[in-house]
């Protein structure tokens, strides 16, 4: 019996099976981190711990904060390890229904898609959030004492993360709206004035409300878009349905 002929239920737990094995790796891993919850929590506040003064700490207003935070630090930490895992699995569970030439064209884009998400953290964390950091510690007027709070530190911190995390998968969303013929390069050159407008509003939207970290988000993002479109350039003119008509995986 070929793929396309099994029941639904054969589906359904090839669905379940996968999805089984991606929590329980998440699962090892958390378990594997959170003896050392404290410590990487430590190491993700570093950005924003060097530059407050030396009179000054971070603060718990929470009576469990001290034990959540650093839990749902080592539980989202475990999921972002995890990622190339669990869209291995979303890829086995869907190729067998591809053609083959979308099979030629997956593969490179998962890879790309798992090198960009992880470029965009690391770039958060190097670049932006000592920016953003430093743009907020000294802004304060005179006589406020400067003292965050563990919990807002780490939804700040996850919330710039998962923005440009996602921001730096601009190309590869360009470059499937060419492939699957949403848009053209030509179409999405011409509207590069609205798109540059687009992504400073993005900027504004998704990040704290200071002007560097919109900035600091807005432009990479366009450099991404035009890096899109270089990509789609190389798609062939002829669409691989034309090319490889009927033909099944």
């Given at each position: 019996m070929t793929d396309q002929e099994q029941p639904l239920i054969a589906h359904l737990i090839e669905l379940r099976n996968r999805l089984l094995k991606a929590i329980l790796l998440v699962l090892a891993i958390f378990l594997g981190l959170f003896y050392f919850a404290n410590d990487l929590y430590l190491l993700l506040v570093r950005p924003l711990s060097e530059l407050l003064p030396d009179s000054s700490n971070m603060i718990?207003?929470?009576?469990?904060?001290?034990?959540?935070?650093?839990?749902?630090?080592?539980?989202?930490?475990?999921?972002?390890?995890?990622?190339?895992?669990?869209?291995?699995?979303?890829?086995?569970?869907?190729?067998?229904?591809?053609?083959?030439?979308?099979?030629?064209f997956a593969i490179p884009l998962l890879v790309s898609s798992i090198i960009l998400f992880y470029s965009g953290i690391a770039f958060a964390y190097f670049v932006v959030l000592p920016l953003a950091f430093g743009f907020f510690t000294g802004v304060g007027p005179e006589g406020i004492s400067f003292l965050p709070d563990i919990s807002n530190i780490l939804d700040f911190i996850l919330k710039i993360f998962f923005a440009f995390g996602i921001a730096f998968e601009i190309p590869i969303a360009t470059f499937l709206m060419v492939l699957s013929g949403i848009t053209t390069v030509e179409s999405l050159s011409g509207k590069r004035p609205y798109i540059f407008v687009g992504c400073f509003v993005v900027g504004m939207l998704v990040t704290p409300p200071d002007v560097i970290s919109q900035t600091v988000l807005a432009v990479p993002m366009w450099l991404l878009f035009e890096a899109g479109i270089l990509a789609s350039r190389m798609i062939p003119r002829t669409t691989a349905e034309e090319s490889d008509a009927g033909e099944q995986p």
């Amino acid at each position: 019996m070929t793929d396309q002929e099994q029941p639904l239920i054969a589906h359904l737990i090839e669905l379940r099976n996968r999805l089984l094995k991606a929590i329980l790796l998440v699962l090892a891993i958390f378990l594997g981190l959170f003896y050392f919850a404290n410590d990487l929590y430590l190491l993700l506040v570093r950005p924003l711990s060097e530059l407050l003064p030396d009179s000054s700490n971070m603060i718990a207003t929470g009576v469990a904060s001290p034990f959540l935070v650093p839990f749902k630090m080592t539980l989202v930490l475990a999921v972002l390890i995890a990622v190339p895992f669990i869209l291995h699995q979303v890829w086995a569970f869907i190729s067998p229904g591809l053609y083959q030439h979308e099979k030629k064209f997956a593969i490179p884009l998962l890879v790309s898609s798992i090198i960009l998400f992880y470029s965009g953290i690391a770039f958060a964390y190097f670049v932006v959030l000592p920016l953003a950091f430093g743009f907020f510690t000294g802004v304060g007027p005179e006589g406020i004492s400067f003292l965050p709070d563990i919990s807002n530190i780490l939804d700040f911190i996850l919330k710039i993360f998962f923005a440009f995390g996602i921001a730096f998968e601009i190309p590869i969303a360009t470059f499937l709206m060419v492939l699957s013929g949403i848009t053209t390069v030509e179409s999405l050159s011409g509207k590069r004035p609205y798109i540059f407008v687009g992504c400073f509003v993005v900027g504004m939207l998704v990040t704290p409300p200071d002007v560097i970290s919109q900035t600091v988000l807005a432009v990479p993002m366009w450099l991404l878009f035009e890096a899109g479109i270089l990509a789609s350039r190389m798609i062939p003119r002829t669409t691989a349905e034309e090319s490889d008509a009927g033909e099944q995986p």
